[in-house]
């Protein structure tokens, strides 16, 4: 499995407390089956974040060199879950702002009380600016809650809509479970992750997550959403259709 939404950086979010954490999400994750993990801190879209672009690359290069020195068969990509603000559009076009690894892949979030028709502007500026929007957590917004099925058109427009693991199992309450799973029985996610933040609550292990999809999903579709489709946006290839 490759796990492409994970706070697993050390100090620099609200994720991993420390390096000795971050490598026990490691070896958490690995028992779980995933092979790969994509590491997303926070980073708000604006203007003064780009100080913290530094740092975020330092703290990928020292948790990949000890996640090699621990002898764990984990392959750890750099990335960033980026808060969609009113500067984010500028600092995109001007390629400031950090990507999945060297695809162009972005992982957007919003605030989950934004309005729908912010977010909607925003994933066709991004389009526009060359970027391929991966929303984060469709099913935490509001807006969405609503009516999960307006997904359909960002599903038509080729924008990525992964789901939170956590969602489908409940972890968020019952409103966002609902939502999780009329977007998955309607065939609109691209992609299930973890969104893991620590070692003890919300972790990076999968295995409570794949015995759920074997029991109520199609095999090739659960496949679809935690390995194929996964890989696929780290290589910088286009999606599968889930269904």
């Known amino acids: 499995m490759v796990d492409i939404h994970c706070h697993i950086l050390h100090r620099f979010d609200d994720g991993s407390s420390s390096l000795e954490e971050s490598l026990a999400m490691a070896r958490m994750a690995v028992d779980?089956?995933?092979?790969?993990?994509?590491?997303?801190?926070?980073?708000?879209?604006q203007r003064a974040s780009l100080r913290r672009i530094s740092r975020l690359l330092e703290r990928?290069?020292?948790?990949?060199?000890?996640?090699?020195?621990?002898?764990?068969?984990?392959q750890l990509h750099h990335g960033a879950e980026i808060l969609c603000m009113a500067d984010t559009l500028e600092l995109a076009e001007q390629n400031m702002l950090p990507t999945i690894g060297d695809t162009s892949?972005?992982?957007?979030?919003?605030?989950?009380?934004?309005?729908?028709?912010?977010?909607?502007?925003?994933?066709?500026?991004?389009?526009?600016?060359?970027?391929?929007?991966?929303?984060?957590?469709?099913?935490?917004y509001d807006a969405i809650?609503?009516?999960?099925?307006?997904?359909?058109?960002?599903?038509?427009?080729?924008?990525?809509?992964?789901?939170?693991?956590?969602?489908?199992?409940?972890?968020?309450?019952?409103?966002?479970?609902?939502?999780?799973?009329?977007?998955?029985?309607?065939?609109?996610a691209h992609i299930i992750a973890s969104d893991a933040h620590s070692a003890s609550h919300r972790t990076p292990h999968m295995g409570q997550l794949t015995q759920w999809l074997a029991h109520h999903l199609d095999a090739d579709y659960a496949r679809i959403l935690v390995e194929d489709n996964p890989a696929r946006l780290i290589r910088g290839e286009s999606m599968t259709p889930a269904q």
Do not use: C
């Open 145 to 188: 809650q609503h009516d999960p099925l307006v997904l359909e058109r960002w599903f038509r427009r080729g924008y990525v809509l992964q789901l939170n693991k956590g969602s489908v199992l409940g972890a968020f309450g019952s409103r966002v479970q609902r939502t999780a799973r009329t977007i998955l029985d309607a065939g609109l």
């Open 105 to 140: 892949y972005f992982l957007a979030e919003f605030y989950f009380d934004e309005h729908y028709s912010f977010m909607d502007e925003m994933l066709r500026a991004l389009v526009a600016a060359g970027y391929t929007p991966v929303v984060a957590h469709p099913e935490r």
């Open 60 to 74: 990928y290069k020292e948790l990949s060199q000890a996640i090699a020195r621990e002898g764990i068969p984990l």
């Open 32 to 45: 779980s089956g995933v092979t790969d993990i994509v590491a997303t801190p926070h980073f708000p879209g």
